[in-house]
């Protein structure tokens, strides 16, 4: 899959630390995947939230942080839609949530 807006991994990466090892793990594992259906992701990441409009939610860091993420299975692409901590996910809606 094509990773769209590595750049807003980075730079949360700047401001979090701590999520840099966890970000760059998810980030090669999804370069390298093949993701058809939803259900080639949730038979990797069971804990996978799909919150509607083709979006996904990932739990980082062990739900320290989640990563939305929209799929154009098509075009085998994953767009960076949001990256925050976890109460910060727990604030904004997640389907229409877009990278300021």
């Not at 038979?43 to 990932?58: D, L, M, P």
């Not at 989640?66 to 925050?84: C, D, M, N, S």
Request: one cysteine or more; aromatic letters at 12%; hydrophobic letters at 40%.
């Amino acid at each position: 899959m094509r990773i769209i807006s590595v750049k807003c991994l980075r730079d949360f990466w700047v401001r979090h630390p701590d999520s840099e090892q966890p970000l760059k793990a998810w980030h090669e594992e999804a370069k390298s995947a093949v993701w058809r259906t939803p259900q080639d992701i949730k038979a990797r990441y069971r804990s996978a939230s799909f919150v509607g409009g083709n979006r996904v939610a990932f739990n980082i860091k062990g739900n320290d942080y989640r990563l939305i993420t929209a799929i154009a299975y098509q075009y085998e692409a994953v767009y960076v839609k949001f990256i925050g901590t976890h109460s910060e996910y727990d604030r904004i809606d997640a389907q229409p949530v877009e990278m300021e």
